[in-house]
């Protein structure tokens, strides 16, 4: 079971920024596919973004110029900057991860490893 730890949420205004970061000390971290998911009060958990090993990656349409993934895997970590925030991206964040390294899944329930959440609070 690989053990992954989000960092970086926090309260911010809106229109504000924050990085979230999913790190993991998993060896093989760096061949894992990523999803980055949260969950709003009263509502399902939700697909955000989520970046293969390669670095190709897919953003919800929710978020999609607003919010970048990306990974360094020297660093065995996976980054979600968002930007422009707006009180409806209030939630907690998750990341999870897949071996499968080639493919993007946006669906949650592919993933079987998921960190423990951020909270984001985004005020107006």
């Known amino acids: 079971q690989v053990q992954l730890v989000e960092s970086g949420g926090g309260l911010v205004q809106a229109g504000g920024s924050l990085r979230l970061s999913c790190t993991s000390s998993?060896?093989?971290?760096?061949?894992?596919?990523v999803g980055w998911f949260r969950r709003a009060p009263g509502k399902p958990r939700a697909f955000v973004a989520a970046i293969n090993w390669r670095s190709a990656f897919w953003h919800a349409d929710s978020v999609k110029d607003r919010f970048t993934v990306s990974r360094d895997n020297v660093q065995n970590t996976v980054y979600l900057q968002m930007n422009s925030l707006k009180p409806e991206d209030t939630a907690i964040y998750y990341c999870?991860?897949?071996?499968?390294?080639?493919?993007?899944?946006?669906?949650?329930?592919?993933?079987?490893?998921w960190g423990q959440g951020t909270q984001v609070t985004v005020s107006s």
């Open positions: 999870a991860a897949h071996p499968q390294a080639n493919t993007i899944y946006t669906d949650p329930a592919k993933f079987i490893d």
């Open positions: 998993e060896r093989t971290f760096n061949t894992y596919s």
